[in-house]
């Protein structure tokens, strides 16, 4: 945990963010692309399947999958205060014991985290400057699906990335905010027998694929 970038999430991503979250999602359920994501995965069936779920923040992923069936859940996330609020709301709703948490950077662990059926990583990879590392270490351990939330590249996304990273460098944060092309990373995914099954827009800014072995 001592790369700047994990520092930066814990920073940015902190208790009282994690707090926020988790009190909308009890009031109001998933929202905006986290709920695209749901539902398309919910639509290509879950139920027995096991769930590898990559910065998960408050575990909104894991909580509704295990409603509609899932037998078993991976949690691994850089912020601590992501990690303890989806431990809380999983132990609330009774799933904590079919439930694994990790701390930390996924790429550093990820010799550690073992294969899931369906892989996750909702807003992640954005978050992440070794985006090659990250989507196939993370591709390696899906035996069936990979469904991923993920900036739409373009100069419109670029010239957001670039103000919101100066922002958070004049603030001495260390965190930064990645748009990476959508033809790498489909790139990545295709090399390893993945082909796309679903595919949403939400907003300006995200996409929402899932992507199947073929």
Same mark, same amino acid.
């Given at each position: 945990m001592a790369c700047p970038q994990c520092?930066?999430?814990?920073?940015?991503?902190?208790?009282?963010?994690a707090e926020r979250e988790l009190s909308r999602y009890r009031r109001k359920g998933p929202e905006g692309s986290t709920r695209l994501l749901i539902d398309a995965l919910r639509a290509g069936?879950?139920?027995?399947?096991?769930? !590898?779920?990559?910065?998960?923040?408050?575990?909104?992923?894991?909580?509704e999958l295990f409603k509609a069936g899932i037998k078993a859940?991976?949690?691994?996330?850089?912020?601590?205060?992501?990690?303890?609020?989806?431990?809380?709301?999983?132990?609330?709703?009774?799933?904590?014991?079919?439930?694994?948490?990790?701390h930390g950077n996924f790429v550093e662990l990820?010799?550690?985290?073992?294969? =899931?059926?369906?892989?996750?990583?909702?807003?992640?990879?954005?978050?992440?400057?070794?985006?090659?590392? !990250?989507?196939? !270490?993370?591709?390696?351990r899906a035996r069936r699906v990979y469904a991923v939330v993920f900036p739409r590249d373009g100069w419109l996304m670029d010239l957001a990335s670039f103000f919101?990273?100066?922002?958070?460098?004049?603030?001495?944060?260390?965190?930064?905010?990645?748009?990476?092309?959508?033809?790498?990373?489909? =790139?990545?995914?295709g090399a390893r027998g993945f082909e796309r099954r679903s595919y949403r827009t939400h907003g300006l800014i995200w996409q929402v694929i899932v992507f199947a072995r073929a």
């Amino acid at each position: 945990m001592a790369c700047p970038q994990c520092c930066g999430i814990e920073r940015v991503f902190d208790q009282k963010t994690a707090e926020r979250e988790l009190s909308r999602y009890r009031r109001k359920g998933p929202e905006g692309s986290t709920r695209l994501l749901i539902d398309a995965l919910r639509a290509g069936g879950v139920e027995g399947l096991s769930l !590898l779920d990559i910065g998960g923040g408050v575990g909104v992923i894991q909580h509704e999958l295990f409603k509609a069936g899932i037998k078993a859940a991976t949690d691994v996330d850089a912020s601590s205060s992501y990690l303890a609020a989806a431990r809380s709301e999983a132990e609330r709703l009774g799933h904590a014991g079919l439930t694994a948490f990790h701390h930390g950077n996924f790429v550093e662990l990820a010799a550690e985290i073992g294969s =899931a059926d369906i892989v996750t990583l909702d807003r992640v990879i954005c978050c992440y400057p070794d985006m090659q590392a !990250l989507v196939s !270490l993370s591709a390696d351990r899906a035996r069936r699906v990979y469904a991923v939330v993920f900036p739409r590249d373009g100069w419109l996304m670029d010239l957001a990335s670039f103000f919101g990273n100066l922002m958070l460098r004049l603030s001495r944060n260390q965190f930064r905010f990645f748009v990476h092309p959508t033809a790498q990373i489909e =790139a990545i995914l295709g090399a390893r027998g993945f082909e796309r099954r679903s595919y949403r827009t939400h907003g300006l800014i995200w996409q929402v694929i899932v992507f199947a072995r073929a």
